[in-house]
């Protein structure tokens, strides 16, 4: 990190030295005031909350629009980490030594769940946790100390994201199918997006199941440039949803969580070209 070369001007670079630097700062706080006890899931209230709080910085200093690069690095790694696991996968609740799942599938998950309850609710839960355990002696809390201050703090309505995300290995398959636009008489353009998406349930020893989606995630419009004309959260449903969009300017793509911040195997078939 010393020697690196970062072009902070460059959306493609990553500033990993700063990136390092947040998380090896925020362990003051993660593992450094609270203690877990050494149970699994003992990573999850050290490692992840940490690496959550160095993509928060980064989040604060590029902008949400500017994590995409951030999100695919830790996605690449999570899911190259479970393609090689051999001894089989924990959820995140119990996660005991495996790097991918504390660090990457700890980081993403709980990014795309501020992303859905909100910042401050988050902070409400971690902040709530550290005060409680701060300094404290045994019995050291675990990871079901930590959720139960996730719980609090999500609406009911968002509460089977904690159950998809930390208790269960949960994957995403959402495709962008196709898009078409419209111009409308006060200049402005109709944007129709046709997507498909899908929610998969692993166990530990990697088979999968189906399971019935209804998640919030980002619908987005890009003009030419990659500047973002629409990014909002739309309701999605398993099987082909329907989003149809008014933006400015001229779109040239649309998709379907465009910033990958969900655990998604396929990130290359979330875009697509706008037809008119």
Do not use: C
């Not at 699994?40 to 690496?51: C, D, K, R, V, Y």
């Not at 398993?238 to 300017?249: I, L, R, Y």
């Amino acid at each position: 990190g010393f020697t690196a070369k970062v072009d902070d001007g460059d959306p493609k670079d990553l500033d990993y030295p700063y990136f390092v630097t947040a998380h090896e700062v925020a362990h003051q706080w993660w593992a450094h005031q609270e203690v877990p006890a050494n149970v699994q899931g003992a990573e999850f209230i050290t490692e992840s909350l940490s690496e959550y709080a160095a993509l928060m910085v980064m989040k604060h200093k590029y902008g949400d629009a500017r994590m995409r690069r951030f999100l695919m690095y830790e996605l690449d790694r999570y899911l190259l980490g479970r393609g090689t696991e051999q001894k089989g996968e924990p959820t995140l609740l119990r996660a005991d030594g495996a790097a991918y799942v504390h660090y990457q599938k700890g980081a993403l998950v709980l990014y795309a769940l501020q992303d859905v309850i909100g910042e401050a609710a988050l902070n409400d839960a971690l902040a709530a946790f550290v005060k409680k355990w701060r300094f404290k002696g045994p019995p050291y809390p675990t990871s079901r100390d930590f959720l139960a201050e996730l719980k609090r703090v999500t609406p009911a309505e968002h509460q089977g994201l904690l159950e998809d995300f930390i208790e269960n290995i949960t994957l995403f398959d959402d495709r962008a199918v196709r898009a078409t636009a419209r111009k409308l008489p006060d200049g402005k353009t109709e944007v129709t997006l046709v997507a498909t998406a899908r929610k998969i349930r692993a166990d530990r020893a990697g088979n999968e199941k189906d399971a019935p989606m209804h998640v919030p995630v980002d619908i987005g419009v890009q003009d030419a440039k990659g500047n973002w004309l629409f990014l909002e959260k739309r309701p999605v449903t398993s099987g082909e949803n329907t989003f149809v969009v008014t933006v400015t300017g001229e779109p040239k793509r649309a998709g379907i969580d465009p910033l990958h911040k969900l655990i998604d195997r396929d990130t290359s078939d979330n875009l697509v070209d706008i037809t008119q």
